[in-house]
């Protein structure tokens, strides 16, 4: 094998860095999410200001801009999800799924936290 | 095995090639050395909780896992302090989880300093903001955004914390760019007795330079005051680009543009370019999904290339033509396939020493790997197709592709500071 190539392999081999844990590949979703849904979901917010706060400082990093997270507010992107059911989504958020984070990035959220943020995720707007 | 006829120019880029490939691994092996680093006096806790309020923490990647006895996430300084006077034993802080090191496992306490994630003070005269050190980069770009303000050097991935990201030396790229811990002007430090500190830098710079990047060592970093800069967009441009002559033109390019790196893309031959400058046009759009993209062109300009089976043989010769025939199970494998990110040359040489140590490879196979999902950022198809036009090496490719796809270039403007795709 030529030396050049052997190298390459090394290089091939090293293959390792995804490099942002809400860029990981998810489910397609049929539709993904145009401009309009992007902007719409970056003014979204939880009514309740706790849970506002909670959802701003973890979940918004990955679910309020255009990433491989589904989108707040997009109902196409979340009703593969939906359908799976809520305690489901529960579980994958407790321990994490692919690029989401085990407890999104909210150490400090109780189960009911959790159910509410996802509702209001995933509720279309 | 045949030895092949290697030229001498190409002698450095094989070189900066294996660099690149070990980076990736560099991190996970310095890893073991920099946790013994972190709080090296403390003990072990051994007493477990009940498992029911046990909890996993992970990093990103997984492969950094731990269970610790305790997970606190204090909701205030006064709070941390406390917890600090009240516990014995090791007590390490986990920010977002994005260190490959194995700087936060521990058994016995973790503490998430989540709950302190708001800015306190926007100083439009010194140019500064004060904020919480559990505030995630990306919520900071947002509000300082809204002022007119943004950080400097802001890194695409910006979910973690501020306290991690300067912790760790967390950078975006930009050769003549410093990482985002050189703005920081002070900071409050809770020490392990929970003493709390108030650090300056142009009052005491030792201890603000140690504080910097300190890993954690010094204690909780709970309050950050940062420079920052007036708003400002960034037009971004990706391409595809044979990996030899890339690698030739990097210093070039990182020495031109704000901002410039390379994605390899594994088996192909090929890598995506992707650079940054500030743009002042008015003509801002959201960036696009950019995962599939890049991967996108390399497909078309396999299917492209695939029609012409002469230009193949010609040009790149031999290795192009076998890197084409290595693309079709690429694409047919869902993305087994992970893209290197790196900063060529800051720590090529250092790589390149482990590999010329035989550490290098150890761990690529036998690691788990959760991730599956290649990355690379892009939003204008057709763009790599342009760059393959200016290839210095094969006459064929060049004219070929520039007939045949020269119209599929594209490029636009992103707007930076509330999108946290816009810098790569």
């Given at each position: 094998m030529p030396l050049f190539r052997q190298t390459r392999l090394v290089a091939g081999l090293g293959l390792l860095l995804a490099l942002g844990a809400c860029q990981e590949r998810p489910p397609t979703p049929p539709t993904p999410p145009a401009d309009a849904d992007v902007l719409a979901a970056e003014a979204l917010r939880p009514a309740r200001p706790e849970l506002a706060a909670i959802y701003e400082r973890s979940c918004m990093a990955c679910h309020g801009v255009r990433s491989a997270a589904p989108l707040t507010g997009h109902g196409p992107s979340w009703q593969p999800r939906l359908a799976q059911g809520m305690d489901t989504l529960l579980k994958h958020t407790r321990e994490g799924l692919r690029g989401m984070p085990a407890m999104g990035l909210c150490p400090d959220c109780g189960e009911q936290d959790l159910r509410d943020l996802i509702s209001f995720m995933s509720t279309p707007r | 095995m045949s030895q092949a006829p290697a030229p001498s120019r190409s002698t450095t880029r094989r070189q900066l090639l294996t660099g690149t490939a070990a980076l990736a691994l560099f991190d996970a092996l310095r890893g073991g050395t920099l946790a013994q680093l972190v709080l090296p006096g403390a003990q072990a806790q051994t007493q477990a909780r009940a498992p029911s309020t046990q909890r996993r923490w992970q990093n990103w990647s997984g492969l950094q896992q731990a269970t610790p006895a305790n997970w606190a996430t204090p909701a205030s300084e006064a709070e941390l302090q406390q917890l600090l006077r009240g516990t014995k034993g090791e007590v390490r802080p986990a920010g977002s989880g994005h260190s490959f090191t194995a700087l936060v496992p521990t058994q016995a306490t973790l503490v998430s300093l989540d709950r302190l994630a708001s800015v306190v003070n926007i100083d439009k005269a010194a140019m500064t903001v004060t904020a919480q050190a559990g505030m995630r980069i990306g919520a900071l770009a947002r509000a300082l955004d809204a002022q007119g303000l943004a950080l400097r050097n802001q890194p695409d991935v910006d979910v973690q914390t501020l306290a991690g990201a300067i912790s760790t030396g967390t950078h975006g790229t930009g050769a003549q760019l410093p990482a985002?811990?050189?703005?920081?002007v002070a900071m409050r430090l809770v020490k392990p007795d929970g003493e709390v500190v108030e650090v300056r830098a142009d009052q005491d710079p030792d201890l603000m330079a140690a504080a910097r990047v300190s890993l954690g060592s010094l204690g909780f970093i709970t309050q950050v005051t940062v420079r920052v800069v007036p708003a400002f967009n960034l037009a971004r441009h990706v391409w595809l680009q044979p990996l030899d002559s890339l690698i030739n033109e990097a210093p070039r390019l990182a020495a031109q543009h704000r901002h410039f790196e390379f994605y390899v893309l594994p088996h192909t031959g090929y890598a995506a370019g992707i650079r940054h400058d500030v743009y002042t046009g008015q003509d801002l759009m959201l960036p696009k999904p950019g995962d599939e993209d890049v991967l996108g062109d390399l497909k078309k300009l396999r299917d492209w290339l695939g029609r012409f089976p002469k230009l193949r043989r010609s040009g790149h010769g031999e290795g192009l033509a076998q890197q084409h025939v290595a693309v079709g199970p690429l694409f047919g494998q869902q993305t087994q396939v992970r893209l290197v990110e790196d900063h060529l040359p800051a720590r090529a040489r250092q790589a390149r020493h482990l590999v010329e140590q035989g550490q290098a490879g150890q761990g690529f196979v036998d690691q788990p790997q959760r991730q599956a999902g290649g990355e690379v950022g892009a939003h204008a198809p057709g763009v790599g197709v342009q760059a393959l036009a200016v290839d210095d090496q094969g006459g064929l490719v060049q004219a070929g592709v520039a007939q045949g796809l020269a119209q599929a270039r594209e490029e636009g403007a992103v707007r930076r500071a509330d999108f946290s795709r816009a810098q790569r």
């Open positions: - | 985002l811990h050189d703005d920081i």
